[in-house]
């Protein structure tokens, strides 16, 4: 079952604008990740916030993690048509180490 | 390194077969995960390992599928026999320990079961 529930579902921006998605998840966490994933590609990991952390960058990347309210966002500055992918938030578990629970993803298109 | 190695990249087979699909994961890293990606369901976690025992397969959707990892260099999922439901995108991925700590994600399989 899906941990995480990413929103909105798709996305489509143009160059240079801003990017904003959400996640919200139900049960506790040790730490929150965003994966990138290209048409046809496996996952790549963007950015990883503990839950300990509020807020975190990464270059173009911000992450932010509300524990209280169990969301997270990630904000995507300045896009760029290499941004196009889906990206998924994934949730680890205090106790269950390693594990990840991935969201449904949010599917991003950066027009030029 | 060559990151996390799975084969063959695609596989079409007709309904009945067994189909195994094949992963190397990244040298050093000692946990390793299976997934599966459908357009329904998402990112399933199917089964975990550390250092080769299983962890966690609750995940795994019935008997007709089951993994190995017979050493560290090496991990199998077996689907036997297979159905067309099954057709999904099979990844694997490690990590290097199962604290805080990002995944590590082959290219996947592409099964198609016809």
């Known amino acids: 079952s899906q941990q995480g529930e990413e929103d909105p579902q798709a996305l489509s921006i143009q160059e240079g604008e801003n990017a904003t998605m959400n996640c919200s998840y139900k049960?506790?966490?040790?730490?929150l990740q965003w994966y990138r994933q290209n048409s046809g590609r496996g996952l790549v990991h963007l950015i990883l916030?503990?839950?300990?952390?509020r807020e975190k960058h990464s270059g173009r990347l911000r992450v932010t993690l509300d524990t209280s309210k169990k969301s997270s966002s990630l904000l995507i500055t300045a896009s760029r048509a290499a941004d196009t992918a889906s990206y998924f938030c994934a949730t680890g578990a205090p106790d269950s180490w390693g594990k990840l629970q991935f969201g449904a993803g949010t599917q991003v298109v950066v027009t030029p | 390194d060559a990151g996390v190695i799975q084969s063959p990249r695609h596989e079409v087979t007709e309904m009945g077969q067994e189909v195994t699909l094949r992963c190397k994961p990244i040298?050093?890293?000692?946990?390793l995960f299976w997934y599966r990606q459908t357009m329904m369901r998402g990112l399933e976690l199917l089964i975990y390992f550390n250092n080769n025992v299983p962890i966690d397969d609750s995940g795994m959707p019935e008997d007709r599928f089951s993994a190995k990892m017979p050493n560290a260099s090496f991990s199998t999922l077996k689907i036997q026999p297979s159905e067309p439901r099954d057709s999904a995108v099979y990844f694997c991925a490690s990590s290097p320990t199962g604290g805080v700590t990002e995944a590590f994600f082959g290219q996947g399989t592409r099964l198609t079961v016809v």
């Open positions: 916030i503990r839950s300990n952390e």
């Open positions: 049960t506790s966490i040790n730490n």
């Open positions: 040298s050093g890293h000692d946990y």
